[in-house]
């Protein structure tokens, strides 16, 4: 009962972020239109537009979340370019990332081969760990997406420079557990759901997932 409050309350926070930021913009465009700049304009569009992608991405975890609670949940794996999803991914995170000044470092080998993948899940779990380095890394501050070919298997981690997971929290942040506080006892954002929802797409493509030490200091999210 407690974890259920609390994930509704969490949930309920996410929600209303990036309503409160769609309402703000849109109503400003409603009664200022006439007087607004060009590129007045264009910040209050991509503030609409960015808070939409968040909205769509929230919906779609908890769509997957339900769909896995009741097992109806399974993957459509065919072969699939993943340097496309890759790709795709970086663009629709590129608006979020202007936002807090952050830059996204691409290093992907020109010659992945293909793979058997459910590309529309694949692209939910790159979202989910892009949007988690962005709000849990510092603001101008660069994160690296990598791609390495292992053991039969292609690797792609996402690199962030906060301040890490404690080894005790590791295991535990994939099945939607969340510390509630930080090392400075503020409260942490988010509702653990979209690394629970992650790790069942990435199992059930045969894969593994998990976090490490970034070299240089922060956490590195990864999976195969």
């Known amino acids: ?3 259920l409050g609390s994930f509704l309350g969490n949930i309920t926070h996410e929600f209303r972020t990036p309503l409160t930021a769609l309402s703000a913009s849109i109503e400003i465009l409603m009664e200022e239109v006439g007087e607004l700049t060009p590129s007045e304009i264009q910040e209050l569009l991509n503030s609409i537009h960015l808070s939409t992608i968040n909205l769509e991405n929230l ?3 908890l769509l997957e979340g339900s769909s896995i609670e009741t097992g109806r949940f399974h993957v459509n794996p065919h072969p699939g370019n993943l340097t496309i999803v890759l790709n795709t991914a970086c663009e ?15 290093n992907i080998p020109p010659d992945l081969p293909l793979v058997m993948m459910d590309g529309r899940r694949i692209n939910q779990v790159l979202l989910n760990m892009i949007s988690n380095a962005s709000k849990y890394g510092p603001s101008d501050e660069e994160i690296e997406l990598k791609a390495n070919i292992k053991n039969g298997f292609i690797e792609i981690s996402v690199g962030d420079r906060g301040k890490g997971v404690p080894e005790l929290y590791r295991n535990k942040i ?4 969340v510390l509630n506080k930080d090392d400075n006892g503020r409260m942490q954002k988010g509702s653990g759901l979209g690394l629970s929802v992650s790790q069942t797409i990435i199992r059930a493509h045969g894969g593994h997932v998990g976090v490490r030490d970034r070299a240089g200091g922060g956490s590195e999210f990864w999976f195969t």
């Open 1 to 3: 009962s407690h974890l």
């Open 59 to 61: 919906i779609d975890n």
């Open 92 to 106: 629709t995170m590129d608006p979020l990332l202007k936002k807090y000044g952050q830059r996204l470092i691409v």
């Open 174 to 177: 994939f099945s939607g557990f």
